[in-house]
């Protein structure tokens, strides 16, 4: 299913999310009355979406439907879409933001580093002038990312492993993505990686889904084991992992996730569940030879994708602000710069 036909209403639904100041949901620790805490002081580049990690990877969704299909009959009309990021990324925001970021080691750790980091491999893969400017801006951002990487990566003794924004498999997957990281820093992610996963077995699949989970513990961790692992070494991997897969047997991070109310934030959720499984379904069926268990992984990914897709633009702020970008990462490939 193609990203063609999605991407005006995305593009414009990116656009109204990062330029919508409110509601915000700052995770931001006040130390004195005199700080100004409006959104657009703390943030200048991401300051909208509700909170900061949507805002960057909204801007993410609203470069890659540009550099995909800008131009053509799917998103014919570009300029108010390039206006808004020409205001957003700038030096001087991108400044700030990354000051921002080093003064508070913890924040939005590792998720919304990935997704800054994943932002600027989507503007360096833009062509032309705009795509230039906006990668040069985002340069100290993706510096920041890296110090912080040096810092964090060897004190991480263990990895969190729960389906919410902490996941240290899906952010450290989608930093090898990006294509940004200096050597050393990808090298270090790597080999972290396969120190806290070579050794994994038969994982606690039937636990999942928790009740608001928007990623799922086993396939984030895979597909991660995926980008590091030559192919034959991820699929003997992947069988002691997962024995179901080739066994047959039951496997719950392979059956759609029922969502009983779409408008409740945290069980809205499994609806982005579904699509981070279809996005990592399909990137691991792909790493795996012609077989009974690629096939399974992707007819269970399009069972996912056809199961979250509709609740994508509902109208509801809940999962407006957010939702999109993973329709995308099911819709139209996992890597952030991919061409």
């Not at 906006?134 to 060897?154: N, S, T």
């Not at 039951?250 to 279809?278: E, F, K, M, N, T």
């Not at 996005?279 to 996912?304: M, W």
């Not at 957010?322 to 099911?330: C, N, P």
Request: hydrophobic share 45%; glycine share 6%; charged share 20%.
């Amino acid at each position: 299913m193609p990203l063609t036909s999605y991407a005006t209403p995305f593009a414009r639904l990116a656009l109204a999310n990062i330029t919508r100041e409110y509601p915000n949901f700052p995770a931001h620790l006040v130390t004195s009355a005199a700080e100004d805490t409006r959104p657009n002081s703390l943030h200048p580049a991401f300051y909208g979406a509700y909170d900061w990690h949507s805002s960057v990877h909204m801007h993410w969704l609203l470069v890659r439907v540009l550099r995909r299909h800008g131009g053509t009959p799917a998103l014919a009309e570009t300029a108010p879409y390039v206006n808004v990021l020409d205001r957003h990324l700038t030096a001087r925001n991108i400044a700030a933001e990354a000051a921002y970021l080093l003064d508070r080691p913890s924040f939005e750790r590792p998720y919304g580093w990935a997704w800054l980091v994943a932002l600027a491999a989507e503007c360096r893969a833009y062509s032309g002038a705009a795509g230039a400017r906006w990668a040069e801006a985002l340069a100290p951002g993706v510096a920041a990312v890296e110090r912080l990487l040096a810092d964090w990566l060897p004190k991480a003794t263990y990895p969190v492993r729960h389906g919410n924004h902490p996941n240290s498999a899906f952010a450290l997957g989608l930093l090898l993505d990006s294509g940004e990281l200096s050597a050393p820093t990808a090298d270090a992610v790597r080999e972290r990686l396969l120190a806290w996963f070579a050794d994994d077995h038969d994982a606690p699949a039937h636990w999942e889904p928790s009740g608001q989970d928007f990623l799922s513990p086993a396939l984030t961790e895979a597909d991660a084991m995926r980008r590091v692992l030559a192919p034959e070494a991820f699929a003997s991997w992947l069988d002691r992992f997962l024995p179901a897969l080739r066994s047959g047997a039951s496997c719950p991070s392979l059956d759609v996730p029922v969502v009983s109310d779409h408008a409740d934030p945290q069980i809205g959720h499994l609806l982005g569940l579904a699509l981070s499984r279809a996005a990592a379904l399909r990137s691991i069926a792909g790493a795996l030879p012609d077989g009974p268990v690629r096939t399974r992984l992707a007819e269970a990914a399009r069972a996912h994708l056809a199961a979250g897709l509709p609740a994508v633009e509902r109208g509801d702020f809940t999962t407006d602000h957010w939702l999109a970008t993973f329709a995308v990462l099911a819709l139209d490939g996992d890597h952030p710069g991919e061409a």
